[in-house]
């Protein structure tokens, strides 16, 4: 079991952030905010795919005027995405549950204090949104666009932040690669006991996203680094919270749903074994209980991966076994193993509910 590090816990709206919290995945509309119904319908999205947070862009007056009536609309918590001008954060904190800064274009620290005066008054968190792209002119000229900078620059907000009396703070260290975002947020995590919202940004289509979250952000939770996370996928929304969640629930630090053990395919396979795992896939994304369970092409590997399995099949020539806790339930033909198997796991999953 991976032992997390102990963080703060702090609240975006009703979602704990940090401390024994469960880590959340986020996402974020592309809509324009001022069209709350084209915003709305992508919360939702997000909603139904299993979001627990939701991210706005507020790049003018007239997004932010339009939160009041998105929050009128939604239950799911809201933080909104602020750049260069605080005096939209102003507007945005009557409406929503986290302000996200980012200290490299927000401008004078007298800015900074307003968005912490309305923060405090509210009770919300500030997210301090530190990208390497864009540092702080002090800190890119001292040490680069590198991690070094992305720390330094953390700890300098986080320290103004914690002068005027504000804590509810979590931090982002984000690069666009997976080794400067691996060193930031390792080089940060023992000097601050505040949460840590993970992401890789700017990470690109589908394929590469997945592959750089996976592998950055993968190694941080394996580390028990990050108490929330956000895969960013290039004009994905649901995919987002897709791979966000297979991460955290293959990386050992989510335990929900199915995981699947499959065989690759090769020459030794004695059934459609793609067809079949790919209906177990589709027939089981309901299922929250956490269960480990094997559908294995050939008698070399089936029976040894079954042993271990919760439920399990064993194809064979033209039939094959289910198995439940190593145990043999059934011998079936071939086209009706996946049913059966189905069954036992339905059966499983509400006996541990």
Known sequence: MIKRYPTKKIYVGNVAVGGDAPISVQSMTYSRTADVAATVEQINR???AGADIVRVAVPDYEDAEALKEIRAQTSLPLVADIHFNYRLALIAAESVDCIRINPGNIGEKSRVKEVVKACQERNIPIRIGVNC???????EDKYGQTAKGMVESALYNIKFLEDLGFTDIKVSLK?????????AYRTLRPLVDYPFHLGVTEAGTVFHATIKSAIGLGTLLLEGIGDTLRVSITGELEKEIEVGRAILKDSGAAKEGLNIISCPTCGRIEADLVK????????????KTPLNVSVMGCVVNAIGEAKS????????????LVMVKGEVVAKLPEDKLVDRFLQEVENMAKEME
């Open 46 to 48: 997000l909603h139904f």
């Open 309 to 320: 399995a919760d439920v399990a099949i064993a194809y064979g020539k033209g039939s094959g």
């Open 175 to 183: 690069a666009s690669d997976v080794e400067r975002t691996v060193e």
């Open 133 to 139: 792209g864009s540092l702080e002119k002090e800190f």
């Open 276 to 287: 079949a795992v790919a209906e177990v896939e589709e027939k089981t994304k309901h299922i």
